[in-house]
């Protein structure tokens, strides 16, 4: 009996400081283990070995990440630098708009770009959310004030009422989830219609419920809109890359959130953001 409490003591301490990040093969001495001990010593040092390959590609990539990131942003600003100074000068019709076009399609590469990397720090984990108990409000108003623009040039009126409440996520990537939802509602919105946006305050969740006037989703493509680089067949000729709403999804869902969506075609979606408080 006393062997039996020994060995399983033993194992505990071995799975203890294999979950800690402490276990070292040198600390144990397998001429001294048991049969079942020897076989766990394996394990273990098999798991680690896998865990230190892990984590170092997982260090390449954010370093791959990186240089992407970096290698990208200056010529794509140049491009766009020198694209503003050929409209300052004085251009015949067709001239003028075959460089608004080369702004536009720069513009939407930059988009393209910056989600694509963004997307990829959420996935491999080389961004970490840390969220907070912030006020709602705070950061429904920040993505209002970022979306408003666009609205503006389609007279599109986003209403929002303040509500004092508060929950658990982080400030930053939280805006960035939900801008992406405005900007869709304002794309795919049509000219002086409005946006709704509304907070409920619930035991475990807040809720921010954001409602347009859209074209709505199918009832068979609703189940993927969620999925990346997904985009629905009567949106394939707006701009887009099918990112934003698989980006939303990541980061709420890395916080102990949920988003669900209810639309259907032709009249308008609701799409709704649970945030743990």
């Keep these: 009996m006393f062997s039996d409490k020994k060995l399983l003591e033993r194992l505990d301490k071995m799975l203890e400081d294999g979950i800690n990040g402490s276990f070292e093969e040198s600390d144990y001495d397998e001429t001294q283990l048991s049969k079942?001990?020897?076989?766990?010593?394996?394990?273990?040092t098999s798991s680690k070995l896998s865990y230190q390959k892990t984590e170092q590609e997982r260090k390449r990539l954010k370093e791959l990440v990186s240089d992407?990131?970096?290698?990208?942003?200056?010529?794509?600003?140049?491009?766009?630098?020198?694209t503003q100074l050929l409209q300052e000068q004085s251009l015949d019709g067709q001239t003028r708009q075959l460089v608004n076009e080369i702004q536009h399609q720069s513009e939407k590469l930059e988009f393209l770009i910056q989600s694509l990397v963004k997307t990829s720090r959420l996935e491999t984990g080389t961004f970490q959310l840390s969220p907070t108990e912030n006020?709602?409000?705070?950061?429904?108003?920040?993505?209002?004030?970022?979306?408003t623009p666009k609205a503006d040039n389609k007279q599109i009126q986003i209403t929002y009422t303040p509500e004092s409440c508060t929950a658990k996520f982080d400030n930053k990537w939280t805006q960035e989830a939900l801008f992406n939802i405005f900007d869709n509602a304002v794309k795919y919105s049509p000219e002086n219609t409005k946006i709704a946006v509304t907070v409920s305050a619930f035991e475990m969740f807040a809720c921010i419920a954001i409602s347009d006037k859209g074209i709505g989703i199918s009832e068979e493509e609703l189940p993927r809109i969620f999925g990346r680089f997904y985009r629905g067949q009567n949106v394939r000729e707006q701009n887009g890359v099918g990112i934003g709403l698989y980006l939303c999804r990541q980061i709420i869902e890395g916080q102990g959130g949920y988003i669900t969506a209810e639309s259907t075609e032709g009249n308008g979606s609701v799409f709704k953001i649970f945030l743990p408080r």
Aim: glycine share 0%; aromatic share 8%.
């Design 36 to 44: 079942l001990e020897s076989k766990w010593l394996r394990y273990l």
């Design 68 to 82: 992407i990131s970096h290698q990208t942003k200056t010529p794509i600003s140049n491009i766009l630098l020198y």
């Design 135 to 147: 006020n709602i409000d705070h950061v429904i108003q920040s993505a209002i004030e970022q979306i």
